[in-house]
């Protein structure tokens, strides 16, 4: 019988299982898991259920495992667990030469045996077992699979890790700790504008990304000129939790919607992220008000939602566990969302920032990092695998694709034939839905340009923020212009920008 399970491990430092009682050897610090999708979580104790598919329960469990959570899952199936930070990870099995023993198989993935003597898990146990556990560390921002077939039983934390419980708080118009003088770095922004007024976001804290103590920070003009940097940070109390990759984006209804991602891991990516969001029905005012955080889905958001023409909303957000350009949808108006589908990518270290478009013939477009596409003809519940777009070659970076007034496409990227620098940041206009791209208006020719935004007033100017050199120049910076400017290949409205500072951290 062939039974997969999922296991997300999160390392939660402000709380954990003391485990010195019995061995100093191991970690003071039990890590916490997350179950993925029908995995059940139980609480060992005595009596409780140990597998989906044998009446065995609990009989004798040492006193450092009590009262920790495990997997309810199969004993004879093959299993796959997905740690997503750094802790440890306890497992019980047969020992070497048991029937079913994943002694050697744990050996060969760094594990170690503990000096514990066999024990009766359950009644009718025929077999010898032993307590094996690794420490888990990162690779890439990466931690490696751990897999075993036959039977076997992890321990770990199970309570919920404080990203996906506690909401960050923000914060308007903040004190100067919060003030350029004090950033390291800032970079990945976005951009849009509520009737004359502009916003722009991104985040910084600590000395990069990721780092403890990370933070979203809004800013807001009213003139393009002078900027309040910042009008508003959004911060979280735990320090086991960073703030990231604030997005901004105007409903139909006009109103302003602020996502945020939350991540447990001061150093690293607990897997599981999380998009949160507060909307504000006042973004012209001079004391906006908000809704209460919420969280909405899983994943990472990192670029703009559309509205379909059924008037649904769609939201990319980026599963990191199962390598799933995942989309959100939404037939509430953000009020409520459910996973609808996604094309997978290949299980490598990287972040796709997927984004979307609504093609004339009702079909989903979706575009990615080094400009890879996938497309859905039944609302992104199912997807084409991925291909690369041959003609249009991009570092690996995030980019920007949507629907303008006129009804032509804009795509925004790092347009370099090698595929390797993040520079030519450019803006490209297609009049055929994305079959050809024959206009073309060079941005930002610098090196270390990327993550472009896009916003277009109702006046019918696109305004593109993007971020230069995070931790050096430390720019958030600005271009504006129209269709026509793109279409000659140069900047030659009245109203066109080119690389127009928005904010620029002190050194």
């Known amino acids: 019988m062939f039974y ?10 402000c709380f954990g299982t003391d485990v010195r009682a019995q061995f100093p050897d191991s970690t003071k610090v039990l890590a916490a898991v997350v179950p993925e999708k029908a995995d059940k979580v139980g609480i060992a104790r005595k009596g409780a259920p140990i597998f989906a598919d044998e009446r065995y329960v609990f009989k004798q469990l040492p006193r450092f495992l009590r009262g920790s959570g495990y997997i309810i899952g199969s004993m004879a199936g093959r299993n796959r667990i997905v740690p997503v930070t750094t802790g440890s990870l306890f497992v019980v099995t047969p020992l070497a030469g048991e029937p079913g023993s994943q002694e050697p198989v744990l050996h060969e993935q760094g594990f170690i045996k503990l000096d514990h003597p066999s024990f009766t898990l359950f009644s009718g146990q025929e077999v010898q077992i032993g307590i094996f556990k690794k420490d888990i560390v990162y690779d890439n921002f990466r931690l490696k699979d751990v897999r075993y077939e036959g039977w076997a039983v992890a321990f770990f934390d199970a309570r919920p ?62 003139d393009g000129k002078e900027w309040v940097d910042p009008a508003m940070v959004i911060t979280h109390p735990n320090s086991a939790v960073r703030v990231m990759d604030p997005q901004l984006w105007k409903d139909p209804q006009g109103r302003l919607w602020i996502f945020w991602v939350q991540n447990t891991g001061p150093k690293g990516f607990d897997g599981i992220w999380g998009t949160w969001a507060v909307r504000i029905d006042n973004p012209t005012s001079d004391k906006p008000t908000w809704t209460s955080p919420r ?55 990287n972040f796709y920032e997927h984004m979307c478009v609504q093609l004339t013939n009702g079909n989903i477009w979706m575009l990615q990092r080094n400009v890879q596409e996938s497309i859905s003809d039944d609302q992104g519940k199912s997807w084409t695998s991925l ?15 949507g629907r303008l007034q006129s009804g032509n496409l804009l795509l925004v990227y790092n347009n370099d034939p090698t595929r390797k620098a993040r520079k030519n940041m450019t803006a490209r206009l297609s009049l055929d839905d994305g079959q050809t791209w024959p206009y073309e208006l060079l941005l930002d020719e610098r090196n270390n340009v990327s993550y472009p935004d896009v916003v277009q007033d109702d006046d019918g100017l696109i305004y593109v923020c993007y971020d230069r050199s995070r931790g050096g120049e430390k720019e958030i910076l600005m271009a504006a212009f129209t269709e026509e400017d793109i279409k000659q290949g140069r900047f030659v409205g009245k109203q066109a920008k080119q690389k127009q500072l928005i904010s620029k951290a002190d050194d």
Do not use: M
């Open 4 to 13: 997969k399970s999922i296991i997300t491990i999160a390392l939660i430092i």
């Open 161 to 222: 890790l404080p990203s996906i419980t506690e909401p960050a708080q923000v914060s308007w118009l903040p004190g100067i700790e919060y003030g350029r003088s004090t950033r390291k770095w800032q970079g990945c922004p976005s951009i849009t504008k509520t009737g004359t007024r502009l916003w722009a976001a991104w985040f910084s804290g600590g000395t990069r990304e990721p780092d403890a103590g990370n933070y979203g920070i809004i800013s807001y003009s009213d």
């Open 295 to 349: 969280r909405l889905c899983d994943g990472l958001t990192r670029n703009k939602p559309i509205v379909l023409a059924s008037g649904k909303w769609l939201l990319p957000s980026y599963d990191w566990i199962n390598h799933q350009s995942a989309v959100y949808i939404s037939d509430d108006e953000g009020e409520h969302w459910t996973l609808q589908g996604g094309p997978l990518n290949k299980p490598i270290s």
């Open 387 to 401: 291909q690369e777009v041959e003609e249009l070659t991009s570092a690996n970076s995030r980019l920007y694709i």
